[in-house]
């Protein structure tokens, strides 16, 4: 069975300032990993995934993960955020060739201006 | 082109009764999942049907939870003699065949409130 684990519950940050939301995972069998973002009132969208290649994944909006398989992590970040950034942010993980996602409680990036 | 829709949007409900909510999946897209959304968390997986077929109810927390697809697109899920506890956000998503673990497409949910 898969888990996941956002360090940071919330995460408050200037804009144009960098950003890291924290995610780790555990799982037994080779995953696929996502980020997904979800606006106030909307539906969740999805950021970027790794499914397999290269560790270092490029998403929408500017963002980009790393996936670190020893620490398995997967870690998201941005150089420079907006206000419009502010949103919950989901890490999630299934299990490579399944379909059940297993989601972690959310981290609430909050972006001051 | 349309995204997934789910009705209603917000239903509020007294303990003990019975509800129903909607999913209208994209176009095409045979795989369809529930997840339930509780204050705070991330979604937890409810149901998977393929088509008209469930292929896992694992994550349905109760009997009184009951999900179903007939003609392999439009899915209820149906809630009945609701408690409290059920109170969330009820998501659905919807894939492609072969896309199931990694492009699913999410609805804006419907919130249900048990008073």
């Known amino acids: 069975a898969q888990s996941v684990t956002q360090l940071d519950s919330q995460v408050p940050v200037f804009e144009e300032a960098p950003v890291e939301l924290r995610c780790n995972y555990s799982?037994?069998?080779?995953?696929?990993l996502f980020w997904y973002v979800q606006y106030p009132n909307q539906g969740l969208q999805l950021l970027l995934k790794?499914?397999?290649?290269?560790?270092l994944v490029k998403g929408i909006n500017g963002f980009e993960a790393e996936f670190n398989k020893s620490q398995t992590s997967f870690h998201l970040r941005k150089p420079s955020v907006h206000i419009s950034d502010t949103a919950e942010y989901f890490c999630?993980?299934?299990?490579?060739?399944?379909?059940?996602?297993?989601f972690g409680a959310g981290t609430r990036l909050f972006v001051k201006a | 082109g349309a995204g997934v829709s789910q009705s209603p949007r917000y239903k509020v409900a007294k303990r003990g009764q019975d509800v129903a909510l909607r999913c209208d999946p994209i176009?095409?897209?045979?795989?369809l999942f529930w997840y339930q959304q509780a204050l705070g968390q991330g979604p937890e997986f409810l149901t998977y049907?393929?088509?008209?077929?469930?292929?896992?109810k694992s994550g349905l927390p109760s009997d009184r939870f009951f999900a179903e697809r007939p003609e392999g697109s439009v899915s209820t899920l149906k809630i009945q003699r609701t408690q409290q506890e059920d109170s969330a956000v009820y998501l659905c998503?919807?894939?492609?065949?072969?896309?199931?673990?990694?492009?699913?497409?999410f609805g804006p949910g419907t919130r249900l409130t048990v008073t």
């Open positions: 998503a919807s894939s492609l065949p072969g896309q199931e673990a990694y492009e699913q497409y």
């Open positions: 799982s037994s069998v080779s995953v696929y």
């Open positions: 790794y499914l397999s290649g290269s560790t």
């Open positions: 999630a993980v299934s299990e490579t060739g399944g379909f059940k996602t297993i």
């Open positions: 176009s095409g897209h045979v795989s």
């Open positions: 049907f393929q088509n008209e077929a469930q292929l896992d």
